[in-house]
């Protein structure tokens, strides 16, 4: 198992991708610290589920010493929690722009900021961002989701910088899906879905397991020696 005896964190826990990334931590034997806006039930022994907002800087500090006293150390952090609030800029209210930036930008920040200095105290530790194909692309109608995943992107490099800087081992890096099969994707119409199939080298849609393998390389000891990457997992899509 290639996570036997780590513990990891994992945002945005309950459904989609960040379901499948706390499952598959779970079959590779780590104790998963399964996040997400409410509580929900897993079938598995070794992950334990939280309600967390991650844009409640005084709940994540609560959380984040809770954890700590019950599990003693964090040795990965997914931060996969986010959010969409699409529109044109013309359209594209000042609330949509700061739900959106709160969330998928400030949430990462917020989390990373307690959890990666005591990785450095631990002497190591892996932290993987969830960006987006938009954020190294842009979208039309998606300036403020393209601005956060953007801006993960970014985080993601001068994390690496500096949570090495002291010697430590603490690994940062991205992972940048494509469009992936997950239940939003339901609500597309097929049309549009055939023309992001046209887009994409390998024909189709990722699935959520595809985006929870490539983090789960970047989490393991497999990955020592790669940080600051950010990691398209798209199928050779270009908007």
């Not at 997914?78 to 739900?99: C, F, P, R, S």
């Not at 849609?205 to 929870?212: C, D, N, V």
Request: overall charge neutral.
């Amino acid at each position: 198992m290639r996570l036997e005896n780590k513990v990891a964190l994992v945002t945005g826990a309950g459904q989609g991708i960040g379901r499948k990334i706390a499952e598959t931590f779970a079959n590779e034997g780590a104790q998963v610290i399964a996040v997400d806006l409410a509580k929900l039930p897993y079938e598995y022994k070794n992950v334990h589920g939280y309600e967390l907002n991650v844009t409640d800087r005084n709940a994540i500090a609560n959380f984040f010493e809770e954890v700590v006293v019950k599990f003693k150390k964090i040795d990965i952090l997914v931060n996969n929690a986010g959010i969409t609030k699409d529109a044109l800029i013309q359209k594209m209210t000042e609330d949509m722009w700061d739900l959106v930036i709160d969330v998928n930008l400030k949430g990462v920040f917020n989390l990373t900021q307690l959890v990666g200095p005591q990785m450095m105290e631990q002497g190591s530790g892996s932290i993987i961002n969830i960006a987006s194909v938009v954020g190294e692309f842009g979208n039309v109608g998606q300036t403020n989701y393209a601005a956060t995943k953007a801006g993960v992107i970014g985080m993601t490099k001068t994390w690496a910088k500096e949570f090495a800087r002291k010697g430590a081992a603490v690994r940062v890096n991205s992972v940048a899906p494509g469009y992936i099969n997950t239940d939003m994707m339901k609500t597309v119409p097929e049309n549009v879905l055939e023309g992001i199939r046209a887009k994409t080298m390998l024909g189709r849609l990722g699935e959520p397991q595809e985006i929870a393998n490539a983090v789960l390389f970047l989490a393991s000891d497999e990955a020592t020696y790669i940080t600051g990457h950010n990691l398209s997992v798209n199928g050779g899509m270009r908007l």
